[in-house]
């Protein structure tokens, strides 16, 4: 029992078993302790009413930032970092700062709408920000960028 | 060389940047640290430790900023800070407030530097005896602590430590050439398992990206109390911390033993010395409504953090919290190994250390005390704006991790997803990383234990030093369960 048949053919595979097996046990605690809290507390074992989300979550923002996020390292590997890198921190400021304010460009007024301002600072830290990086960390500091 | 022009400049950005960080809340001292551990590619590992360990004094003191003003804390070692500093700013009292507490915050910092300096030493010392059987016992004695200390959870504490070791075992095993965990189709970008920083940046700050956005990105419409008052009663004077050296030197002290335990973390750091504050206050009752004593004991106690958590890390090559399993990152991208033999091996690595976190105190009590009316701008500077740029620096740290490979980029993200279901399950991503950081460790300390011993676990009983280590494993756990008992008892 306190022995462990170890050879070099199984040296890897000595402490995964033994860590799953630990993972195993704790989670089985972890169910165990559930169940008697809700023995206790007289609330069934499984939620039915259990929220993933908080309330009120916001879809656009938290979907749309995943959906960003994936496609970036794929437009990263096609079209290369920088024009990549522009557009897709623009496309996260607009997402961020409320996709509600492009709607606001079509009531016109230049400068002074709201969503023309939202747009053009959007633009102009997507640019600023890329170029930014792109120039101190590809050029100055010489880390391989994407 | 220990000290240049270069290192002071690398350390004053660090602070000034760490302070952004912690001031607005939802991005902390760990969050900065990560995407700022790339640009240490280009640097030497001295000025490097110089630029973060600025961003960790720098983000750990910058979280009093809107706890004070707005009682949101910055960071969550900032968590008490607000008890007592927010109604003082209500008090038209800010400025005094925010001034007590970048003090008390210099102080702790000191203090725990000079506990740094020397209690690691002499541990360092003990540590070079250790064999096979007593490091691997004290790694799993680290990975049980995490649970003594996790409030309340303590069995998800402990299941998410396991869970990163676990994880961290993903990988070719190089003594006999072979795969374990690992799907066939992720052999070629796995043979060394999943790489640290992208693991760290995606578990620290693209969570905590993710939470923001299902939250909405809502901006701070913090309308911060006018924190200045002609009143000189109101106004800061050395003479406000009068009667509180002892506090002071205590809660730093607490906030230093609280950072040695690993994986626990600054809010326990300010929440243990605020109630010892509590207890040995000649007004108790006066806490929580903006006393001065109150104040002190978190901010004292927090940046004692600073240098605790360093303390495992320099002596036993464990870290003490989040951020400094971080530092062993940029550690790690010198190829130097932090571990017992450290300071015999890098004597001057250990002074710029130690002469790193005494100017990065300095520098931050310099940058926040004087000019504290704009710092306190900070906490209004838009999120939504700041993040994209944040996620840039995510991509670029990641993909340049192993010098330029698109699979880091995929596994930093991964790990997001996986860290914002953590928060989700209640599951502790810094006892998580921990576990991870710890793992590849504990496996070659058991594998070489049970080599000398012919597979014998016996030989896990055997030594008198390891012996004390497992008294202490169980004495955690047993104080694990005895916390958790007393916790539930007075919730209800």
Redesign the interface.
């Known amino acids: 029992m306190f022995k462990i048949n170890y050879s070099w053919g199984n040296a890897h595979w000595i402490v995964p078993p033994i860590i799953i097996g630990v993972l195993c046990f704790l989670f089985l605690l972890i169910v165990i302790r559930r169940a008697i809290n809700c023995a206790k507390t007289h609330t069934p074992f499984i939620n039915l009413h259990y929220h993933f989300f908080i309330e009120n979550w916001d879809k656009v923002k938290l979907i749309g930032c995943l959906v960003l996020l994936i496609l970036y390292p794929l437009a990263m590997q096609a079209i290369h970092f920088l024009p990549a890198s522009i557009i897709f921190i623009f496309l996260f400021n607009v997402l961020f700062c409320g996709v509600d304010k492009l709607a606001m460009i079509k009531q016109g007024g230049g400068l002074k709408n709201e969503g023309i301002k939202s747009v053009l600072t959007s633009l102009l830290i997507s640019v600023i920000a890329s170029v930014f990086i792109w120039f101190i960390f590809g050029t100055v500091f010489r880390v391989t960028l994407p | 060389m220990v000290f240049s022009f270069t290192y002071l400049v690398m350390c004053f950005i660090g602070v000034a940047v760490g302070i952004i960080f912690g001031a607005l809340p939802g991005m902390t001292a760990t969050m900065a640290i990560a995407i700022f551990l ?2 240490t ?2 640097y030497d590992l001295h000025t490097s430790l110089f630029l973060l360990l600025g961003l960790y004094v720098g983000g750990i003191s910058g979280g009093l900023v809107p706890a004070i003003l707005v009682n949101i804390p910055g960071t969550p070692s900032s968590i008490t800070t607000g008890f007592d500093g927010h109604p003082m700013a209500q008090r038209g009292e800010g400025e005094k407030a925010l001034k007590i507490g970048i003090t008390a915050s210099f102080v702790g910092g000191i203090v725990s530097l000079l506990c740094l300096w020397f209690l690691t030493p002499p541990l360092a010392k003990l540590a070079i005896n250790f064999g096979a059987v007593e490091k691997f016992l004290v790694i799993l004695f680290a990975l049980t602590i995490i649970a003594a200390l996790s409030k309340g959870d303590m ?2 504490g ?2 998410a430590g ?2 990163g ?2 994880v961290s ?1 993903a990988k070719n ?1 190089t ?2 050439n ?4 690992v799907p066939e189709f992720m052999e070629p970008n796995m043979y060394s398992g999943f790489t640290l920083l992208p693991v760290l940046i995606g578990l620290f700050a ?1 969570t905590q ?2 939470q923001e ?5 809502k901006e701070n419409d913090f309308k911060p109390t006018d924190i200045s008052s002609s009143d000189d009663s109101k106004k800061f004077h050395f003479s406000c911390l009068k009667g509180n050296g002892i506090n002071l030197i205590r809660s730093a002290l607490i906030g230093t033993f609280v950072g040695v335990l690993p994986g626990v973390g600054g809010s326990a750091a300010s929440l243990l010395s605020y109630s010892q504050c509590k207890n040995f206050s000649k007004h108790p009752e006066k806490l929580g409504t903006g006393a001065v004593e109150g104040l002190v004991a978190s901010e004292a106690a927090n940046n004692g953090l600073t240098g605790g958590a360093l303390i495992p890390l320099l002596s036993l090559g464990i870290p003490g919290d989040s951020t400094t399993a971080v530092l062993v990152g940029a550690f790690m991208l010198q190829g130097i190994s932090v571990g017992p033999l450290f300071i015999t091996q890098n004597p001057d690595l250990w002074r710029a250390i130690l002469m790193a976190l005494a100017v990065a105190n300095v520098f931050m009590f310099i940058i926040m005390f004087y000019p504290i009316k704009y710092i306190a701008k900070i906490i209004n500077l ?4 700041l ?3 944040i ?3 995510c ?2 740290g990641s ?2 991790a192993n ?2 490979n ?1 699979f880091d ?2 596994t930093m ?1 991964g790990f ?2 996986l860290g914002y279901f953590f928060s ?1 399950w209640g599951l502790s991503a810094p006892s998580f990383l921990i576990g991870f950081i710890l793992g590849r460790d ?2 070659t300390y ?2 070489d234990a ?2 000398g011993s ?5 030989c896990f009983f055997q030594r008198p030093i390891g012996n004390v280590v497992w008294v202490m494993i169980v004495a955690s756990i047993a104080f694990a369960i005895w916390d958790a008992r007393r916790s539930a008892k007075t919730a209800k």
């Open positions: 790339p640009l590619y280009a069995l998800k402990i299941f396991f869970l070791v676990l075992l095993y003594l006999n072979k795969f374990r965990l693209l990206i993710f956005a299902e939250k909405g990105m838009p999120k939504a704006r993040y994209p740029v996620i840039l620096m991509i670029v993909y340049a010098n330029g698109m980029v995929w993200i997001g997803i989700k504990l496996e058991f594998i049970i080599q012919q597979g014998s676990l016996i």
